[in-house]
């Protein structure tokens, strides 16, 4: 029988049913070392999606990750973290999983054959074509991510697809694919190991990398974080340290009258503006200010 790559049989862990612990644990690692070098092999192709899922935004549109199974938990993890880390709304970024809130937590894999069920959860997010929809199987041949696709592309909606197979199905589907071909897994078929592995740092870099070109980021700091409890206000000061050298002091009463905004106390201290000053700069530069801002020495160099 002729097996897909990544569903292949892995010749360098034959034995590995066999083998004391430490070489076990070894040769896992040993093939988690490759996911890497297989996702730079698309970086091209990945800032190609980054670049359609910016335009989205700039658009009023909305990013999906679609997936069943592993790949559908992984965009469910990656969608999730949106809104804490870059204060986005929580609609900004979704995944979707065949099956629902109860795949997330359950075994409910017999859904990844519902094609019906994949254009019924698009329809109740009222996919347009603003949007983007990054269809994730490892194969690449999940019906219920490739009748997603498919749907999309006929509401004239951006695809992605990303998978783990170079001759799956979706990759004559989407606009652009991105094939991190992670060679056979380390127990055949587990594509929850290097293919969920690779999945989750491409999903990575799409939604960091969309939000750093939409000004979520300045520098390499987090400055829309939702300062929602004490830990997280100490980091917004730490924020605002960072980006601007300013007195640690000063910070905390600039903060107290911007209720902890990281990004319009950036502005406050390095323009040396009052809050309803601040605020019409970055409203008049589209929220962005990472490239606005007349920095001092002391800005965007690391602190010892």
Not at 38 to 56: F, L, M, P, R
Not at 257 to 282: E, G, P, R, T
């Amino acid at each position: 029988m002729k097996y897909k790559m990544v569903e292949g049989r892995n010749e360098n862990t034959l034995d590995i049913d066999i083998l004391p612990t430490i070489d076990i644990v070894r040769k896992i690692n040993e093939e988690d070392k490759k996911v890497a070098y297989a996702v730079e092999k698309e970086i091209e192709s990945i800032a190609k999606a980054v670049d359609y899922i910016v335009e989205s935004f700039n658009n009023g549109g909305r990013l999906f990750y679609l997936g069943s199974g592993t790949s559908g938990k992984i965009g469910v993890v990656d969608a999730s973290e949106c809104p804490p880390t870059f204060g986005v709304d929580d609609d900004m970024v979704q995944g979707i999983i065949s099956g629902g809130k109860e795949a997330v937590w359950g075994w409910l894999e017999h859904t990844e054959d519902d094609e019906k069920l994949a254009i019924r959860d698009l329809k109740d997010k009222g996919v347009s074509n603003k949007d983007v929809i990054v269809g994730i199987t490892a194969s690449g041949n999940t019906p219920y991510v490739l009748k997603g696709i498919e749907y999309a592309n006929e509401l004239g909606a951006k695809t992605i697809g990303l998978i783990c197979n170079k001759s799956g199905k979706l990759k004559y589907m989407s606009d652009i694919c991105i094939c991190i071909d992670v060679g056979p897994e380390v127990i055949m078929g587990s594509t929850r190991m290097k293919a969920g592995t690779a999945q989750k740092m491409v999903l990575n870099i799409l939604s960091t990398a969309s939000m750093i070109k939409i000004g979520k980021v300045y520098s390499n700091l987090m400055i829309n974080v939702r300062p929602i409890n004490q830990k997280l206000k100490k980091r917004v000061e730490t924020i605002v340290y960072l980006a601007t050298g300013e007195n640690k002091e000063i910070i905390k009463k600039v903060l107290d009258k911007c209720n902890y905004d990281a990004k319009l106390a950036i502005v406050m201290i390095s323009k040396k503006m009052d809050l309803d000053s601040a605020k019409k700069f970055i409203k008049d530069n589209n929220g962005i200010i990472n490239q606005l801002i007349i920095e001092s020495d002391l800005q965007r160099k690391i602190k010892k």
